[in-house]
């Protein structure tokens, strides 16, 4: 069993920061994975991260805006958004992979983000 617990959500402005945090915590995993789902949408894959090396890639929606890492020691991945727009407003989850796993077994309860405009 692993659980996580996305945080850092909230109300800004566009052109804003924000950083969202994901704590670990019980089975060891490999993978770390960051998701979004607007209103109405299908939910969204931003980009993985493997917690051994710290290796990412990005969709292109995001790329050179939002940066994935990770703080072994902390046992949390974060998601650091940055140039926010309006169409960035959605629930945000976090979710694992565990070793011998292709599968996203584990799942955040998600935290919201709205960006005004």
């Known amino acids: 069993q692993v659980q996580l617990v996305e945080s850092g959500g909230g109300l800004v402005q566009a052109g804003g920061s924000l950083r969202l945090s994901c704590a670990a915590s019980?089975?060891?995993?490999?993978?770390l994975g960051w998701f979004c789902q607007a209103p109405g949408k299908e939910r969204e894959f931003l980009g993985p991260?493997?917690?051994?090396?710290?290796?990412?890639s990005y969709v292109d929606s995001v790329k050179g805006r939002f940066t994935i890492s990770r703080d072994n020691a902390k046992n949390t991945g974060y998601l650091q958004m940055n140039s926010l727009k309006p169409e960035d407003t959605a629930v945000y989850y976090c979710?694992?992979?565990?070793?011998?796993?292709?599968?996203?077994?584990?799942w955040g309860q998600g935290t919201q983000v709205t960006v005004s405009s």
């Open positions: 991260i493997r917690w051994s090396g710290g290796i990412t």
């Open positions: 979710a694992a992979i565990e070793p011998l796993s292709s599968r996203w077994s584990y």
């Open positions: 019980g089975r060891t995993f490999t993978m």
